[in-house]
């Protein structure tokens, strides 16, 4: 994960409409230093788990999945984890690869219990017959044989992932630079991690490589917090709910100065507390607090990443 963190450093030190305001950062830190906070993975209660390789299979087609919903303001992440849920305890064979490899644009909606179209709906079955199709080429159609085969190491996993599955690679071109944001394939990782609880197919060596998850919620949470600072124009958009086209310097900065934020967040906690914290812990945390806020306002980029 040393390209994700270097490059969006690059763009953190680069950025024209995005910026880290260290000030804000140091308030957060010494407000959160005493006790940091710890939010269980499936607090809400709402993923499948029976601590066995169909669990593996969930998450990875829940994560395959895990992106854009604004368009509709009726969708969010709930009622995929909640649907997907409900499908596989109605049908325990209903993620098997042969089944992913044929899924349509209704059949999906049906499988969801959604009564109309998904945002990018196309693309979502798209990225099912990806996972199905290599799932059944490459790891004898399961995802539990994807993750045994990265020897307990997060940073392999990812790598594997997005050498495989090209729906998970998540990276942009900004000022002549590629940057490595890598989102989706890095909270499979950190799902496993949280859903086992660092046990079975949870267990990795190196889970503190993994960074945040850049998304649509955590900058908006940082910029309330006043750890990042955007430009008028940026702003505006915003506020207007005005698309922010995908790869765009705005676009890729929001999410790259996410990153870099929360990496400087966790060195600072663990200089002031004297302990290791993860990233995938104050993202978690970050994400928490954002979905329980309705008014906040987050930029709108139709991606398949995030």
């Not at 594997?160 to 890598?182: A, E, I, N, W």
Request: proline residues 3%.
């Amino acid at each position: 994960m040393e390209e994700v963190r270097e490059t969006s450093a690059w763009v953190a030190r680069n950025s024209s409409h995005v910026t880290i305001d260290s000030s804000g950062l140091e308030k957060v830190v010494e407000t959160m230093k005493e006790s940091i906070p710890k939010v269980e993975w499936d607090y809400e209660g709402i993923h499948y788990f029976d601590n066995g390789p169909l669990t593996v299979q969930y998450l990875f087609v829940l994560d395959a999945l895990n992106f854009c919903f604004w368009p509709d303001k009726d969708l969010n992440y709930d009622h995929l984890a909640k649907g997907l849920k409900e499908a596989l305890l109605n049908d325990h064979s209903a993620f098997d690869a042969d089944h992913l490899r044929k899924y349509t644009g209704p059949q999906l909606r049906e499988l969801l219990k959604w009564p109309r179209s998904l945002p990018l709906e196309e693309e979502r079955v798209r990225l099912l017959h990806e996972v199905g199709f290599e799932l059944e080429r490459s790891f004898e159609g399961k995802a539990s044989k994807l993750v045994e085969s990265c020897g307990k190491s997060a940073v392999k996993l990812v790598a594997l992932v997005t050498r495989h599955f090209p729906g998970f690679r998540d990276h942009s071109m900004y000022k002549g630079h590629q940057v490595f944001l890598y989102k989706r394939a890095q909270i499979f990782a950190a799902d496993l991690w949280g859903a086992f609880k660092g046990q079975g197919y949870g267990e990795f060596n190196d889970i503190g490589s993994i960074t945040m998850f850049a998304d649509y919620i955590v900058p908006a949470v940082l910029q309330q917090l006043g750890v990042l600072k955007y430009s008028s124009t940026l702003e505006n958009a915003i506020r207007a709910s005005s698309e922010i086209g995908a790869g765009t310097e705005e676009e890729v900065e929001l999410r790259a100065c996410s990153i870099f934020a929360v990496e400087k967040m966790r060195e600072l906690l663990s200089i002031k507390c004297g302990k290791q914290v993860l990233s995938v812990e104050l993202d978690l945390w970050l994400w928490s607090v954002g979905v329980q806020c309705p008014s906040l306002q987050h930029h709108r980029t139709l991606s398949i990443y995030y």
